[in-house]
C-alpha cells in the first residue's frame, strides 16, 4: 500500500472516481486556467495595463516557468478559445468558480490573443 493509499485509508477518504481518470494535462489546466482567467480580470479592470507585466509578476510572484514566457505568454500559446472552452465545460461541470470572464469570452471570441493590447486603459493604481 502506498503512502498516499494509506494516508486516504486513515482518513476514511475515498477519491471520486472520475477525478482518479484525470490526466497530467488536464490537472495543469484545471490549476492554471482559473488563474489565466483572473489575469484577464485584472487587465480588464486596469490593474495591470499589460499582458507582459502580469507575465513578469507571474513568474517572480508565483514562480511560473520562466520557459513558458509567463502567464499570459503561455494562455496565448494555448489559445483563448480553447481555454475559454474549457472553462465553460468545468462550470457546467463544477460550479461558478470556473466561470469564464468578459474580457477572456470577448478575446475568444473574436479571436484575438489575450496579451494583444486592448483600448488604452488607464491603471488604476
Known sequence: ??????S???AGVTPDPELMKLSEKDIVEMVFFPVINEACRVLDEGI???ASDLD???IFGMGFPPYR???MFWA???GA???HAKLEEWTK???GFFKPCSYLTERAAKGVPLSAPANQVQARL
Request: proline residues 0%; charged residues 20%; without cysteine.
Open 76 to 78: 496565448d500559446s494555448i
Open 48 to 50: 495591470a495595463v499589460k
Open 93 to 95: 461541470w463544477y460550479g
Open 56 to 58: 513578469i509578476a507571474s
Open 1 to 6: 500500500m502506498t503512502y498516499i493509499e494509506k
Open 81 to 83: 478559445k480553447y481555454i
Open 8 to 10: 486516504r485509508s486513515m
Open 69 to 71: 514566457g509567463g502567464v
